[in-house]
């Protein structure tokens, strides 16, 4: 079964610095990707998502993602941090003909003034 | 209006109580989902239901049975609560579960504690 690993629970980040958040893949087949925002008491949106078209992904609020099959990674960065970032972000994983999505265990992303 | 709504937002009961949530979407998708986040909001799928049809059924205690009475409505519904049921529980819909392609939408959850 395929899975995704985010490390580091909580990323802090200062206003205006890089944002970025790191998810590994595990998968036998190929795999397309998503990466979803959770703002508090709310539901997940989707920010963006892979699916074997272009490597490099652009998705809302300046997110972008970048598929690298040799380090099984699909990374999300944002080049600069807004205080509107403060949110959870989950890396989910799926493959073709498969219905279930799995998810990472999130990133609490705090941006400090 | 919102795509996905779900009902109670919040839902306080004592152990052993039954209690029901509601979910319904107007987006016309085809599929919807049961999440659980738990305490480390760490997310689960529960239940997919696809035109009415229960399409996956993860290992989730009896106590916990979903109904679908259309493609727009997912209830779900907890008998004989427990301290562990405590947590966010999320619906979401999808234009068809079998594409891998298309995204979920979520409700704004229901946040379940048990006493």
């Known amino acids: 079964a395929q899975s995704v690993t985010q490390l580091g629970s909580h990323v802090s980040v200062s206003e205006g610095a890089l944002v970025l958040l790191r998810c590994n893949y595990s998968s036998s087949v190929p795999p397309y990707l998503f990466w979803y925002v959770q703002y508090p008491n709310q539901g997940l949106q989707l920010l963006l998502k892979y699916t074997s078209a272009a490597t490099l992904v652009k998705g809302i609020n300046g997110f972008e993602a970048e598929f690298k099959k040799s380090e099984t990674s699909f990374h999300l960065t944002k080049p600069s941090a807004h205080m509107s970032d403060a949110a959870e972000y989950f890396c989910?994983?799926?493959?073709?003909?498969?219905?279930?999505?799995?998810f990472g265990k999130g990133n609490q992303v705090v941006v400090i003034p | 209006d919102t795509a996905v709504s779900q009902t109670p937002k919040y839902l306080v009961t004592q152990m052993g109580n039954d209690k029901s949530i509601k979910c319904e979407q107007n987006l016309g998708h085809d599929t919807m989902y049961w999440y659980k986040q738990d305490s480390k909001k760490f997310l689960k799928i529960m239940f997919s239901y696809n035109n009415k049809e229960l399409i996956i059924n993860e290992t989730v205690p009896n106590r916990f049975s979903p109904k679908s009475p259309d493609k727009a409505h997912l209830n779900l519904h907890i008998n004989s609560l427990e301290l562990g049921d405590s947590a966010v529980y999320f619906c979401a819909s999808s234009q068809d579960g079998t594409d891998y392609n298309s995204p979920l939408h979520f409700g704004n959850g229901t946040r379940l504690t048990v006493t």
């Open positions: 989910a994983v799926t493959t073709y003909g498969n219905n279930r999505l799995a």
